[in-house]
């Protein structure tokens, strides 16, 4: 039984690592031809069901049929708008219906939208510097993909850029900015697969540690410590653990270090994540 499991987590991990190594113009593309094959078989379908409609109109005739014809005619209906989605929205995308090309765009055109979106917020966004360095144990990648699927899927926040330092050292970004529960939370999930982490982050970011720059890690105890670059010390007590939210302490949790001289060189790029 454990064997099985073992087996089934490795096959995920090739099939996510197989799945990474797709471009987002090939994924576009698949799903677009996906598309294309649902609405022909849609289409194929429809025209299947008014040749029986008609078939029970010529046998049995209307009156005695009446149930089965309405019934047959609705979901031909639903069948022929279905299929015709993607040439619907070729039409109002070109007639600037903004309504209808909306209601009828498939998941193809959806991706290529917020892909639109997501460049040009990227080509004008400044970061805030937010930066997260983790040396790894274990799985990041596979990590990060869990990450943007809870926190940027269907949007344009919250992109996580992975760039490799050097052998096991990371390098995590934000070039679209980081909302902080989401930030956090990775944080902790990280602590799971790396053998060290540390966030520097905009003090203001955290909502509530002071100073210009704060220094985040994870300690063995589980709890969340920070320093900032004006001298004090923060944790997550327990009661704040879900949101995240920093309180002073006077028990010296760690020392800060500034913020890391990193030269991010786009040999060094590695995914975009979202």
């Known amino acids: 039984m454990r064997n099985d499991i073992a087996r089934r987590a490795e096959k995920n991990r090739r ?47 209307i009156k005695d049929a009446v149930l089965a014809i309405i019934a047959s005619s609705c979901f031909t ?11 619907l929205h070729l039409i109002a995308k070109r007639k600037d219906w903004t309504r209808l090309a909306s209601w009828s ?26 930066i997260i360095l983790a040396t790894e144990s ?28 050097e052998g096991d050292c990371y390098a995590i970004t934000f070039p679209c900015g980081v ?10 999930d990280l602590y799971d697969e790396c053998s060290e982490i540390r966030l520097w982050t905009p003090s203001y970011a955290t909502k509530r540690t002071t100073g210009m720059w704060t220094m985040v890690t994870v300690n063995s105890d589980y709890f969340m410590v920070a320093a900032s670059d004006d001298g004090r010390q923060w944790i997550v007590p327990e009661e704040d653990e879900e949101q995240f939210l920093f309180k002073e302490t006077d028990i010296h949790q760690i020392d800060f270090q500034p913020y890391p001289n990193v030269f991010l060189s786009s040999d060094r790029k590695r995914e975009l994540f979202y």
């Open 179 to 188: 909302a902080r529960i989401p930030l956090m939370d990775l944080l902790y």
């Open 138 to 165: 274990g799985d990041i990648r596979e990590l990060l993909d869990t990450y943007a699927f809870e926190y940027s899927k269907n949007h344009i926040d919250n992109i996580a850029q992975l760039w490799q330092i």
């Open 77 to 87: 209906i639903w069948l022929l708008i279905d299929g015709m989605k993607p040439f």
């Open 15 to 61: 099939d996510n690592k197989r799945e990474r190594g797709i471009s987002e113009e090939k994924k576009l593309r698949r799903q677009r031809i996906d598309d294309i094959i649902k609405s022909i078989y849609y289409l194929g379908l429809a025209g299947f069901c008014i040749y029986l409609i008609i078939s029970i109109i010529f046998k049995y005739g």
């Open 105 to 130: 765009a498939s998941e193809a055109d959806k991706d290529e939208e917020i892909k639109h979106k997501r460049e040009q917020k990227m080509a004008h966004h400044h970061s805030d510097g937010t």
